[in-house]
């Protein structure tokens, strides 16, 4: 069995000690320290984190933690930032929020040595997370590690094989992944009742020069004497310090995919989460810069289609930062279909039978309430939405991802909603759809070699 093919379904049924050794392939050497034996939680442990990259992300990490420091027992012990105005920063926020004094780190190594530190969140650059995930990992740390997890496949594999020979609870921050509603979705199609899906659509938008901010603050602040560039290339090519490469990689080609890595991280996370599937058999991909000719070298706006051969449909997933209008999630079976009003994350769901007697198909937006109200459409919702019609729209800080995380840290037999595959899987889906787009062909998937190739693999 070769490792991407055990499914999400497999993963679940199977603990974390036997999955690695079913999934992973050859012999690998435990890379587990001899600290991850320093200190073993109890039940009722103060669990103590550390942030490593603290930029905007990061500060959301904080909130959240925060928001849920009581309830699950948890405590901040460091951060850590190449950057010096990050570095105090974050711990100037960690003392407001959490009463303590924190050790400031420059480099992570460093802050991994520290026996008390129980687990990291990483909130580095797209290109940074895998390699910091490995490092993490090797320390004996559990580990919280914001998606993308990969833009390189040799990276990908690596942190997929690292993870799987060690002890560690990873969990990869697609924080949709332990949404109730979302998981309510899983649910109905796992049932059978929307019946064989054929065709997933997922069009999210915004109307702003996304990630690109003419007068970022931080571009101006910052001093290459202040950080180590070098240490922030982590092992891309050399060039010269660039302040607008280092504040807003995701617009760089180099250094991200923009909408593939971002954006569309989390909407292939969730076509994998729904339908128990790895990754896409094929990738075409279409875009271009139309809305914001600016300093960009990534799309503004993108288009991707991918199949899955076996199960037999057909995933659209598009974008565009030059109009917002009408997001939605849509995925059509041959008895229903379940549609989400919204943009990434909505929980806004609604199951609608399919209407065969209606050839011109069901008229979502004026008839939806006439639907609810005579039993054809029903809103999906759960206790902690209210069993109410969800928003269309939620916080990217929502609680149930890092609660899933930690509760998975105290009961080492549980699995993350995030593991290691789901990262694995989003990070090849969208590698497809950068290489796709950029190279202007049609993509392969080879799952026995582990290789994306430019023709249909051999069975």
Known sequence: MNKESVTRRDFIGKSVAGLATVAATGSIASTTSAASYNRILGANDRINIGFLGCGDRSRDHQSIVNAAKTNKNLGVVAVCDIWKHNKEKAAANCKRLF??????????????????LDAVMIGAGDFQHAKLLVEVVKAGKDCYCEKPMAIDIEDAKLARNTVLSSKQVVQQ???????????????????????QITKIEQVWGDNEPRWHVPTDPDVAAIREEDTDWNRWLLGKPFEPFDPWKYFEFRIFRDYSGGI?????????????????TAIPDTMVASGGIFGWPDIRQNPDTFQALATFEKERFLYSYATNFGNMFG??????????????????????WFLIPEQMNHPAGFNFYDGMQEA????????????????????????????????????CMRNRSLVPNGHIHTGFWHSIATIMATRAYR????????????EIVDSMPSS
């Not at 190279?439 to 582990?450: P, T």
Request: charged share 25%; with cysteine; hydrophobic share 30%.
């Open 99 to 116: 009463g303590t004094d924190v050790k400031q780190f420059k480099y992570s190594e460093e802050m991994l040595k520290m026996p008390e």
């Open 173 to 195: 921050g697609s924080q949709w992944l332990s949404d109730p509603i979302q998981l309510k979705v899983r649910e109905i199609i796992r049932s059978g009742k929307i019946g």
């Open 260 to 276: 593939t890595s971002q954006w569309m991280s989390h909407g292939a996370g969730l076509v994998h989460f729904y339908t128990d």
């Open 327 to 348: 997001d939605y999630t849509c995925i059509r079976g041959k008895e229903g279909t379940l549609f989400a009003a919204g943009g990434e994350g909505s929980p806004r």
């Open 372 to 407: 609810i109200k005579n039993g054809k459409a029903e809103i999906i919702t759960t206790p902690e939405y209210g069993m109410k019609m969800g928003p269309a729209y939620v916080n990217d800080n929502a609680p149930y991802h890092l609660s899933n995380w930690v509760d």
């Open 439 to 450: 190279e202007g062909k049609k993509l392969y998937w080879d799952r026995k070699a582990e």
